[in-house]
């Protein structure tokens, strides 16, 4: 069975990672041009991203998978109003999704929470519309010469990782039937961080702005006819 592990209900959380889903939404809103009135995000957590998804797009539709319970009704209460249908689900209800009914998939920093890859992807391109697209983040892969780092900080908190590569991720996406492809996140901006509150830290600027500008990956998975 298809398993994503809980985050962290961290307020900063949201607040970390605001630069990189605006990179994400401006990708999102410069290949999807407004046609997405269904959008699923893996890994919701308390709906942060469909909130702005939402006001990007205005979708009829919204869908966040989130294995904890609380973070899921979080994100209902964030979420109700936003589209005329709301749905936060647990991963193991995904497979009630309807087939090919989802115009857009988002997936930021989980996929080193999920044990079973290929069975997300293969839910991904089962409820992906023909043309649908899912955009993917990623920096925690073994390219990441910070990864081995910050996934051995993980385990010591109790969680359960997985390590792979950028070339995993995309066999995956085109085992399960996706048309793949892949450029780095974000190309330029300011990085905001603060070392002394950092919970995941860098060694160097330069690591930090490495990760930023090189390892933070965003994938693209297309459904063809």
């Given amino acids: 069975m298809l398993t994503l592990q ?24 410069a290949e999807v041009r407004g ?3 269904s ?16 006001a990007l797009l205005h979708p009829k539709k919204l869908i966040g998978i989130e294995p904890e319970t609380l973070l899921r009704e979080r994100a209902l209460f964030r979420l109700h109003k936003l589209a005329s249908s709301v749905a936060v689900l647990p991963p193991e209800r995904w497979n ?3 087939p090919s009914s989802l ?3 988002t997936c930021h920093e989980v996929l080193h929470l999920v044990d079973d890859l290929s069975g997300l992807f293969g839910q991904v391109s089962r409820t992906l519309s023909t043309h649908g697209t899912a ?5 925690c892969h073994t390219e990441n010469p910070i990864w081995p780092r910050w996934s051995a900080q993980l385990r010591t908190e109790g969680k359960v990782v997985v ?6 991720i995309l066999r995956a996406g085109i085992n399960a039937g996706l ?23 860098y060694s160097s600027v330069v690591e930090l702005l490495e990760h930023h500008y090189r390892h933070k990956l965003l994938f693209r998975f297309v459904k063809l006819p």
């Fill in 96 to 98: 009630t999704i309807p």
């Fill in 39 to 54: 959008i699923l995000d893996i890994g919701c957590h308390d709906g942060g991203l469909l909130v702005r998804l939402a």
């Fill in 179 to 201: 048309h793949a492809s892949l450029r780095p996140l974000r190309r330029d901006g300011w990085v905001i961080y603060d070392p002394d509150l950092a919970k995941f830290t």
């Fill in 135 to 139: 955009f993917v983040v990623s920096g």
């Fill in 163 to 168: 390590d792979r590569s950028p070339f995993d």
């Fill in 103 to 105: 115009d857009l998939v």
């Fill in 35 to 37: 046609q997405a009135n």
């Fill in 6 to 29: 809980a985050r962290e209900h961290e307020a900063p959380l949201e607040q970390v990672n605001q630069i990189f889903w605006l990179s994400l939404l401006e990708q999102v809103q």
